[in-house]
């Protein structure tokens, strides 16, 4: 068996609350940076306000609004949640290692309804199973299904749950629209789901505000920031082409609000996608060749492309190109990225 080649993990854009995210100083970071926390780290796990390093010692590391603790294998990070540490042969019993408890988010104010008491039903995904609003809380998933990355909730207001409705769903629910494909990965963001097929197809759904569908978005379109030619956004190539918010025949381009179905979606030079991960409103994808192509919303420049625009069109982070290095993994928080990648060529 081939050694595991070395590598490095970056971060780069919200980082408000002093999460670490490589030697950006300020409140954001618009190019991949190096994290301070060196090679030792194996797995991240962003929030909002704090971002969780698990070390290969088996040691939590947080980095903002919280401090860490030892004896751990992996963490998962969320604003509406108590998370804990314990260690690998406690069977949950006593107490925790460390525990640190976090506010859950607001209601919102055109939500004053029913799924106010719903909240946030997370996954979870060490233990096959998810926390249902009603007695018995703790459920086990069926034996044909585990839990994808991100944490999230049965709403579908947005159409994140990919069923064509806004409805909301008490219980997990077959994807029709995907029934007979394989999936490989699958990621949850604020309002926007995506997963990737055995032969790396993408399948996107849900909320598309700020062009996190990579699909033409009328707010980017009036900000001026849209470029919307076909849907690869290069030129074979690679090079990048600047697009206009208009079809060939000068029509306004048909711009897509909500997407409550599984949309197909081809990325740049017909690569194929390996890995996903959802933000807020961001959506980033690691090819099998090792690029990294990222979309959505931009403004802390959690896209990695030296800026703070947002796009609707899947754009490649040139600075892992440039810099030879493969894209292996990657972990969206709510503003930011983390990316592990290592060197081209290496064994």
Not at 12 to 25: D, T, Y
């Amino acid at each position: 068996m081939a050694e595991e080649r070395p590598g490095a993990w970056f971060g780069f854009g919200f980082c408000g609350f002093g999460q670490e995210l490589g030697s950006g100083r300020g409140h954001q970071v618009h190019s991949p940076s190096p994290l301070r926390a060196g090679v030792d780290v194996c797995r991240v796990s962003a929030s909002w306000s704090y971002t969780a390093f698990v070390t290969r010692g088996g040691r939590v590391e947080l980095s903002g609004s919280a401090s860490g603790a030892g004896g751990c294998r992996d963490a998962w990070a969320s604003e509406g949640a108590l998370l804990q540490a314990w260690a690998p042969d406690s069977a949950l019993r006593g107490e925790p290692l460390w525990a640190h408890n976090v506010v859950p988010e607001a209601v919102e104010e055109d939500d004053p309804g029913g799924e106010a008491q719903i909240g946030r039903l997370p996954l979870l995904p060490c233990a096959r199973a998810y926390v249902s609003p009603r007695p018995p809380f703790y459920r086990p998933l069926a034996p044909q299904l585990r839990a994808g990355a991100g944490a999230g909730d049965w709403r579908s207001k947005h159409g994140q749950l990919g069923h064509g409705t806004l409805e909301a769903e008490l219980e997990p629910r077959l994807l029709e629209a995907l029934q007979g494909l394989t999936m490989a990965e699958v990621a949850a963001g604020g309002w926007h789901s995506v997963c990737v097929s055995e032969t790396g197809d993408i399948y996107i759904w849900g909320w598309n505000e700020s062009g996190q569908l990579a699909l033409p978005t009328r707010n980017l379109a009036e900000d001026g920031e849209t470029v919307a030619r076909e849907a690869t956004g290069l030129n074979e190539d690679g090079s990048q082409v600047k697009r206009t918010g208009r079809v060939e025949d000068g029509a306004p381009a048909p711009f897509i609000a909500v997407q409550p179905f599984p949309a197909l979606l081809d990325l740049p030079l017909g690569s194929d996608a390996v890995k996903v991960s959802c933000g807020s409103r961001h959506t980033a994808v690691v090819t099998r060749t090792g690029e990294l192509y990222t979309w959505g919303w931009g403004k802390y420049g959690q896209l990695g492309h030296e800026d703070t625009t947002s796009l609707d069109w899947p754009r490649r982070v040139e600075y892992f190109v440039d810099k030879q290095l493969q894209v292996k993994a990657v972990t969206c928080g709510p503003w930011n990225t983390y990316v592990y990648a290592v060197e081209k060529g290496k064994s």
